[in-house]
């Protein structure tokens, strides 16, 4: 994967999960921190090379 289409999904990733972040704290709900932090966590275990290497 080309390293500029990686870092515009990851920042789209992170943007959704910053916007999901900021309504849970204007509307005072839980559930939409529980799923942004979901949506930024996900892309860690979707690609196998993303763990670093020991």
């Known amino acids: 994967m ?3 289409v ?5 920042t789209f990733v ?3 999960a ?4 900021l309504l849970m704290m204007v509307f005072g709900r839980d559930i939409l ?3 942004a932090t979901y949506v930024s966590v ?3 275990f979707q690609w196998p090379g993303s ?3 020991p």
């Open 51 to 53: 763990w670093p290497i």
């Open 6 to 10: 990686m870092l515009s999904y990851i």
């Open 18 to 21: 910053f916007m999901l972040y």
């Open 2 to 4: 080309l390293n500029s």
């Open 33 to 35: 921190g529980r799923v």
């Open 42 to 44: 996900a892309p860690m």
């Open 14 to 16: 992170y943007f959704g």
